[in-house]
């Protein structure tokens, strides 16, 4: 059965880092595209970033480009999310999410199948 476990969350001050691990259990993650999502209290789930399944592609969304980096081990069957910078309103669960191959848009929760219980991420000081 797949299964997607996020982890990595925690409180951080503003201008802080922290990184996400997306751990992926019951498929080869070489096969499937696989995003990060957030959503805060009160607002709809949104797109942060994802990778291809050929991992050579990435999206951002705009609010996270120069401070955010996805990546992925195929060996580990992990994903990775770099934050740096983290301001106040980057407080959200942070949810991974896959789909094998590609999804018709990378950001949009609609093309994605499985996904994980999510992570809180804090920022405050």
């Known amino acids: 059965q797949l299964q997607l476990v996020e982890s990595g969350g925690g409180l951080v001050q503003p201008g802080g880092s922290l990184r996400l691990s997306c751990a992926a259990s019951?498929?080869?993650?070489?096969?499937?595209?696989i995003a990060w999502f957030r959503q805060a209290p009160g607002k709809e789930r949104e797109g942060v970033s994802s990778i291809l399944d050929s991992g050579g592609t990435t999206y951002y969304a705009d609010s996270v480009k120069g401070r955010f980096t996805i990546s992925r081990d195929n060996a580990k069957n992990t994903v990775y999310l770099e934050m740096n910078s983290l301001k106040a309103e980057d407080t959200a669960v942070y949810y991974c999410?896959?789909?094998?191959?590609?999804?018709?848009?990378?950001?949009?929760?609609?093309?994605?199948?499985?996904w994980g219980q999510g992570t809180q991420v804090t920022v405050s000081s």
């Open positions: 019951g498929f080869t993650m070489n096969y499937y595209t």
């Open positions: 999410a896959a789909k094998r191959g590609r999804p018709p848009r990378a950001l949009q929760t609609w093309g994605y199948n499985d």
